[in-house]
């Protein structure tokens, strides 16, 4: 009777075999992850039935996104507790899921918010972005010198989320006109650009003018201030590297236009 031997596979055969490329087998031997069971002479790799079982051990954790070294120290040591990892690496993965929801959710507000907007100048479109991307930061710097119901009208929260998209894209499609016509040389006080400044600003009063008016006058002379201060938006969560003639100008634009309003503010009272 003859005795039975394991099969043993080159390792293109193997690769085949259990769908994995040569290029990683060849990496998990450098890592030391899965050695194949012997070469010959000329330095060839060959695998064997029992070289299955690891492969399929790495494949299995590495599906449940343990990292390499996880990996190893688990093949390396069979006794350690690996319900106790599961549960981490369970902890880990939610973890990283709500930071991809989040990721996704933000992305697709900015999609909506660009949608029919024509193509953007990407400093423009990388302020949006980062914009978005801070703005809970925006949000808790702000709460600490505006009244609550103003950041909240400011943020629009209570609103249809569509309605909020409308006003956001409408917003952003003025900001577009003004930052062309800066772009085409015209000056804040030319009549195109005062009348597309006029379209934002009336944008944001309908916003916040009804939460304005209810303010107290101590709120409405804080508010005051801060609108003349260039600096009270917290620096550290916008680009410091795109689109400043853009800001720059409309800055500008937005300062012509107060100056002209009586009092010398846009949002006051």
Known sequence: MNEQRDNVYSIGQFAKLTGVTGRTLRYYDKQNLLKPSWRNEHGRRFYKDEDLLQLQKILTLK??????EDIAGHLADPGINLQQSLDQQYDLLRMKQKQI??????????????????????????????SVQHEEEQRQYLSRLMPSTLIDAIY????????RL??????????????EL???????????????GLQLVEMMRELIGPIISEMSEEEVERLEILESDETFLDPSIFPQHVAKEDEQFISEVMAYLADKEEGGNLFGR
Not at 63 to 68: A, E, G, Q, T, V
Request: glycine share 8%.
């Open 182 to 196: 800066g772009k085409a040389g015209k000056q804040p006080q030319d009549a195109e650009v005062v009348q597309t």
């Open 166 to 179: 409308d006003t956001e894209r409408k917003m952003l499609v003025q900001m577009v006109k003004l930052t």
């Open 63 to 68: 599906f449940l996104d343990f990292s390499l």
């Open 101 to 130: 929801d989040a990721v996704i959710s933000k992305l697709d507000r900015i999609r909506h918010i660009v949608e029919g907007t024509g193509t953007l100048d990407n400093g423009l479109l990388l302020t949006l972005i980062h």
């Open 156 to 163: 629009m929260d209570g609103k249809p989320n569509q309605e």
